[in-house]
C-alpha cells in the first residue's frame, strides 16, 4: 500500500542502526515502489559531511547489508538522489536553522530518533524552538526506553511536554515481524484457535529467544542492563501480551494497546525461585561474560529462564516460560503454544504422549507450524506420528530478506501511515517496567549470583530444573 510523500529525518543517521537497518530497509521499501516520488530521507548527525558524502556511506551501507536487492544498480543511484544530510548537534544550535531551511511543507514529516535516549529531550525541544516539528510530524524512538520505571516516566514526560501520544512510535522491532503479525492473523482470523486459547485446553506456554552470539561492542552497556532490561521487559513481554491479550473488538491501534496493557498489568510478581539467572563462562580461549564486559565482579545476567503467571480467568493455571540468553546453542526465536495432552487413547499399544503444539518461529526460517498427529502412512498397522503442519507461505517473505531488518522498514511505513498499533504506548513501557522493577531490585538486594552456563549450551542446569519440576521440558534450540 503506498504512503503519503514524506521527509523522514533520521538523527544518528551515520550510527551502526541507521546503516545496518533503517537505511538498506528503507531502500528495499524504494525499490518495492512503496516511497513516493519526491519523497526524502535527511540524515543528521554530528559527523561533518555534505550530500555527497552521505551518499557515499549510504552506498556503502547497502553494499554490506542491503541483501540481494543492492545489486540494482539503477535503483540505488535513484535511492541515493532521494537523500540530505545536515550536521547538526542536538545538544547545542549548530545545523539546526539548516534543517528548518530544508523541510518542505505539504509532506508528512517524520523524524526517528536513533540517537542515545539522553538526547531525546534536546532533539524534541529543538524540532519546537526552530519551528522544524508541526501538529501533523511523527518522532519514532528506539530502545532502551528507559532502565526501570522512573526513568520510562522521566523520558515519557520529556517527550510528552513537546509531543502527544498520537505522535510518539516507540519501536519494538519484534512487533513488525511479519511471523509475529501472522500470529494474530492465524489466532483471530480462524474459527478453530480461539475456543481452545484458554487454561482449559493450553497446557503452557514457551517463548524463547536464544542468541549465539555475545556481548559484542555493546559490552558496557550491557553489564548495566542485562538480559532482564534488554530482551524480557520489551520484546518477549510483547510477545507475551499478543498471546495472552483477549480479542481487542478491532484491529486498532489503541484497542489492541488497550488489550496488551490488561495483560501487563495481570502478570503476578514472580517469586525469587521460578527465576534462573546465568552467565556465560569461558570456553578455552573464548572468553567469559566478565571478561567481555571487563567487569570481573559483574553480577549481570546473559541469561535468564522464568515462569510467569498472568491471573486473569483465561490463564490461571497456564504458565508462561519465558528464556533468553547470549552464547547459546542455536540462534533461535520461538513462542510454543502447548496444548494439553488427550486424557485417554483410544490406539492399543499408544503410549507416546501426543500434543498439538502451535509453534510461531520468528528466526530462523520464519513461520507458523501446528504439530498434529496422524497415522504413520504405510502398511504398518495403526501407528501414530507427529507432524508438523506448515502454516506459512514460505515465498510471501521473498528472498532471504533478513527478518529484522524486514521488520524494521515495515514499522517505518507505520510510521508514515499514521498507524500506531505495532508500536509501544508510554502507559505500556511503564507498566512493563512496573512489574519488572521488583524482581531486579529483588535480585540485586540478594546479591545474586547468576548461575554459570557453557557457551553453546541451552543455559544454566537450573533453567532445565525450572520445566522438569512441573513435569514439563523446554523445546530444542537448534
Ligand atoms: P551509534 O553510536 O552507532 O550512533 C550514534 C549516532 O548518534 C551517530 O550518528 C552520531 O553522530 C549521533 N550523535 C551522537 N551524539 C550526537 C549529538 N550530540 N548530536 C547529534 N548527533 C549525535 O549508535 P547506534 O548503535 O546507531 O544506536 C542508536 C540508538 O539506537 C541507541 O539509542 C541504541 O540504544 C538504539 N539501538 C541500536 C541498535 C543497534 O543494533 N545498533 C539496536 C536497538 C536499539
Not at 489466532?187 to 480461539?194: D, T
Not at 497446557?203 to 542492563?225: C, F, L, N, P, W
Amino acid at each position: 500500500i503506498p504512503v503519503d510523500e514524506f521527509d523522514l529525518v533520521i538523527f544518528g543517521g551515520t550510527g551502526d542502526l541507521a546503516r545496518r537497518k533503517i537505511l538498506p530497509g528503507l531502500f528495499r521499501r524504494y525499490l518495492a515502489g512503496q516511497m513516493p516520488r519526491g519523497s526524502r530521507i535527511i540524515g543528521a548527525a554530528r559527523t561533518e559531511m555534505d550530500d555527497a558524502g552521505y551518499r557515499e556511506m549510504v552506498s556503502e551501507a547497502v553494499a554490506e547489508f542491503g541483501g540481494p536487492e543492492k545489486a540494482d544498480a539503477t535503483g540505488l543511484a535513484d535511492f541515493l538522489a532521494a537523500l540530505r544530510y545536515v550536521a547538526i548537534d542536538a545538544t547545542g544550535d549548530g545545523g539546526w536553522s539548516d534543517l528548518a531551511a530544508l523541510m518542505r511543507d505539504g509532506v508528512v514529516r517524520a523524524f526517528y530518533f536513533s540517537v542515545a535516549p539522553s538526547l531525546f529531550g534536546d532533539l524534541a525541544e529543538r524540532l519546537h524552538t526552530y519551528g522544524i516539528a508541526d501538529r501533523n510530524s511523527r518522532i519514532v524512538v528506539e530502545k532502551p526506553f528507559g532502565r526501570d520505571l522512573a526513568s520510562a516516566k522521566a523520558l515519557n514526560d520529556t517527550l510528552a511536554a513537546h509531543f502527544n501520544e498520537g505522535q510518539i512510535y516507540r519501536i519494538d522491532h519484534y512487533l513488525g515481524k511479519e511471523t509475529v503479525q501472522n500470529l494474530m492473523a492465524v489466532r483471530f482470523g480462524n474459527v478453530l484457535f480461539e475456543p481452545l486459547w484458554n487454561s482449559h485446553y493450553v497446557d503452557h506456554i514457551q517463548i524463547t529467544v536464544a542468541e549465539t552470539v555475545g556481548v559484542g561492542g555493546r559490552g558496557a552497556y550491557y553489564d548495566k542492563s542485562g538480559a532482564m532490561r534488554d530482551m524480557v521487559q520489551n520484546h518477549l513481554m510483547q510477545l507475551l501480551c499478543l498471546i495472552a491479550m483477549e480479542p481487542p473488538s478491532v484491529f486498532g491501534a489503541d484497542e489492541v494497546r488497550d488489550e496488551k496493557l490488561k495483560v501487563i498489568r495481570a502478570l503476578q510478581p514472580v517469586e525469587s525461585h521460578h527465576i534462573v539467572r546465568g552467565q556465560y563462562d569461558a570456553n578455552g580461549d573464548t572468553p567469559s561474560f566478565r571478561a567481555d564486559v571487563e567487569n570481573p565482579r559483574s553480577f549481570t545476567e546473559s541469561f535468564i529462564a522464568m515462569k510467569v503467571n498472568v491471573s486473569n480467568w483465561r490463564w490461571a493455571d497456564t504458565p508462561f516460560y519465558l528464556r533468553t540468553g547470549k552464547k547459546m546453542k542455536g540462534r533461535a526465536s520461538e513462542i510454543a503454544v502447548v496444548f494439553k495432552d488427550l486424557g485417554h487413547s483410544i490406539f492399543e499399544g499408544d503410549t507416546a504422549r501426543h500434543r498439538n503444539i502451535l509453534a510461531i518461529r520468528l528466526q530462523p526460517n520464519e513461520g507458523i507450524d501446528l504439530q498434529v498427529t496422524i497415522k504413520e502412512p504405510g502398511p504398518g498397522g495403526m501407528r501414530l506420528i507427529d507432524v508438523p503442519l506448515d502454516m506459512t507461505f514460505a515465498d510471501a517473505l521473498g528472498d532471504d530478506a533478513e527478518p529484522a531488518t524486514d521488520a524494521y522498514e515495515r514499522l517505518i511505513m507505520d510510521v508514515i501511515r499514521g498507524n500506531q498499533t505495532l508500536f509501544m504506548r508510554g502507559d505500556e513501557v511503564e507498566a512493563a517496567w512496573a512489574w519488572t522493577d521488583p524482581l531486579i531490585n529483588g535480585w540485586e538486594a540478594r546479591n545474586d549470583v547468576p548461575k554459570l552456563y557453557d557457551q553453546g549450551s541451552a543455559g544454566p542446569e537450573d533453567a532445565m530444573m525450572l520445566m522438569h519440576r512441573d513435569g514439563r521440558r523446554w523445546r530444542d534450540v537448534k
